[in-house]
């Protein structure tokens, strides 16, 4: 079954009387526990496209269905609901705060959501024994390498129990030993049920996907089974 399904969407963004296209009447279906790795040049649409399906920006034109749900025209209370429970993403960069600790910097999608700080905890060192970084839990992020600091936003992710997860080029900032550690990590997470579309340069890093996509020109060049 599709949880994620995109038909003719397009993309533009406008400038007083200049418009620039992103994207061009992309169709797209992605199944529940499907590992999709999306590849393209610089400016081929494909952080664009990865937005829209994470609900970090809304179509110029077309129908986006996550999980039969129709967001072409949701609000953004919709939205942002959406991504707070059920995607989540994962950056080049971490996207951690500095003065928290790795727990707290885990703990912060869960705060508005749970109320209970036990349940909070529980569910934050299950994602950080997930990831394999329990015992980094008071540490700070300026006091870990940056393949732990991935793994933490891993954990993140996890905690707040994303059906999906969004990874822009996750492994960009690491060494290729570190990454090819934080590409096992997400097929670990893959294979327990997570849907994972990752944006990646690095064929060898997409070749852990399931399926590649090839982007150009805002348009999908090639959709196929590796």
């Known amino acids: 079954m599709a949880i994620i399904e995109l038909q003719h969407i397009k993309k533009e963004y406008r400038s007083g009387a200049i418009v620039t296209p992103a ?24 952080t664009t496209l990865l937005n829209i399906i994470g609900c970090m920006d809304v179509p110029t034109d077309g129908t986006y269905l996550f999980d039969g749900q129709d967001l072409s025209c949701a609000t953004e209370t ?12 994962v950056f080049q960069h ?26 909070r905890k529980k569910k934050v060192l299950s994602a950080l024994r997930t ?11 300026t006091q870990i390498s940056g393949g732990q600091k991935q793994r933490v936003a ?4 996890v905690a707040c129990g994303a059906d999906v997860i969004l990874a822009d080029e996750p492994t960009g900032a690491l060494d290729s030993k ?8 997400f097929s670990d997470l893959n294979a327990a049920g997570k849907t994972i579309i990752l944006i990646t340069h690095d064929k060898q890093i997409a070749f852990y ?13 090639n959709d196929e089974q590796i």
Do not use: C, H, W
């Open 154 to 157: 891993i954990a993140r992710a």
């Open 131 to 141: 990831v394999g970084i329990a015992e980094l839990a008071k540490k700070k992020p």
């Open 94 to 119: 971490f996207a951690l705060i500095d003065d928290y600790s790795v727990f707290e910097n885990v703990e912060v999608p869960l705060i508005k959501r749970i109320t209970s700080k036990t349940e």
């Open 78 to 89: 919709t939205l942002s609901a959406i991504r707070g429970k059920r995607i989540a993403f």
């Open 23 to 46: 994207l061009t009447d992309i169709d797209l279906n992605i199944e529940k526990g499907d590992f999709v790795a999306i590849m393209g040049a610089s400016g081929s649409g494909k």
């Open 178 to 185: 570190t990454g090819k550690e934080i590409m096992q990590l």
């Open 209 to 221: 996907a399931k399926r590649l996509i090839t982007i150009q020109d805002g348009r999908i060049l």
